[in-house]
């Protein structure tokens, strides 16, 4: 997979996880039965039964429930017992960012945390863009692959959406691959 086409799972994964999705993001969605087989079948079915705004409630009310209300996609909240956002250089994944020349405007967001999984993914993209496969590498082997995949597990469980729970599959199986390509590819740079 080349790092355009990284960018764009990388994207879009961080749209997922952003907030809920609009009536068009679900028409595109139901647009693209190919994609929707790529997240899963459960949810690919899911969209070719179910009209937009019969999906869009369900899948809306699912995710407040698993990443608002009861849980947040908060790296710091998830990692750190305390349970509290680091902010400022003292969270390692604004130092991480700091590191790598990539600034966020806290500002331009509605998303309150740096270590938010949304953002996350966002910095990913925008390493895939800009072909720095090493960084990315680093990344998901310290902060990624700790956290996300044994919290995207236990949302699995709770997940009430095929949406939700085949994303939870696809996200931590997308992760791991992502990472074995990119370890090849640094290898092989070498």
């Known amino acids: 997979m080349d790092n355009k086409a990284r960018a764009f799972v990388y994207a879009f994964l961080s749209r997922v996880f952003e ?3 609009g009536a068009k993001e679900i028409e595109d969605l139901k647009n693209n039965p190919e994609l929707l087989a790529t997240i899963g079948d459960d949810t690919k079915e899911y969209f070719e039964k179910n009209d937009i705004q019969k999906i869009q409630e369900a899948i809306n009310i699912d995710y407040n429930s698993l990443f608002a209300i009861n849980s947040q996609p908060v790296e710091s909240i998830v990692v750190d017992s305390t349970g509290e956002v680091l902010v ?4 390692p ?7 790598n020349g990539y ?3 806290m500002n331009r967001t509605e998303i309150l945390a740096p270590d938010h999984l949304a953002i996350e993914f966002g910095f990913m993209q925008n390493l895939a863009y ?3 496969d090493r960084v990315a590498l680093k990344f998901l082997k310290e902060h990624l692959l700790v956290w ?3 919290y995207l597990v236990a949302m699995r469980e709770v997940a009430e959406t095929p949406f939700y729970k085949d994303m939870c599959d696809f996200t931590v199986d997308y992760l791991l691959s992502d990472y074995e390509l990119l370890k090849g590819e640094v290898t092989d740079a070498l």
Do not use: A, H, T
């Open 148 to 150: 996300v995949p044994p």
């Open 19 to 21: 907030k809920e999705l």
């Open 130 to 132: 800009r072909d720095e």
């Open 88 to 91: 400022g250089l003292q969270n």
């Open 103 to 105: 600034e966020i405007d």
């Open 93 to 99: 994944v604004m130092f991480f960012y700091f590191e």
